[in-house]
C-alpha cells in the first residue's frame, strides 16, 4: 500500500484480521471498515469474479435447493457462526 494510503475492508471475514503494526505506522496508512458501497465498489468487485481474483466458491457455505430450505432453515440460523453465505437453488 502506498504511503498516505487507505485500506477499506467491505467484505465478509470470519477471522482475525492482523498486520504489522510498525509497518501501518510507518506508511501513516488509515484502516477503514464498511458496510455500506457504493455501485463502483460492487462493479469493482464484479469484475475481480470475472477475472478470477476471487474464487465465489470460497464465499459458498452451502448450496441448498428450495425444497431443502424449509427442513434446515433452523439449523442453519443455529449454526450461524460457520456459515458466510448459503446459496438456494432455484432450479427445478
Do not use: W
Not at 475492508?9 to 477471522?15: A, E, G, P, Q, R
Not at 475481480?48 to 457455505?61: E, H, P, T, W
Request: charged share 25%; glycine share 6%; with cysteine.
Amino acid at each position: 500500500m502506498a504511503h498516505g494510503g487507505a485500506y477499506v475492508l467491505v467484505s465478509v471475514v470470519k477471522d482475525d484480521i492482523t498486520f504489522a503494526d510498525p509497518e501501518f505506522h510507518k506508511r501513516e496508512m488509515t484502516l477503514i471498515g464498511s458496510r455500506n458501497a457504493l455501485r463502483v465498489d460492487f462493479e469493482t468487485v464484479m469484475q475481480a469474479f470475472r477475472d478470477r481474483q476471487i474464487d465465489a466458491d470460497d464465499l459458498c457455505s452451502a448450496v441448498l435447493t428450495l425444497d431443502q430450505l424449509s427442513d434446515r432453515f433452523a439449523g442453519l440460523a443455529q449454526d450461524r457462526g460457520a456459515l458466510i453465505k448459503v446459496m438456494v437453488d432455484l432450479a427445478p
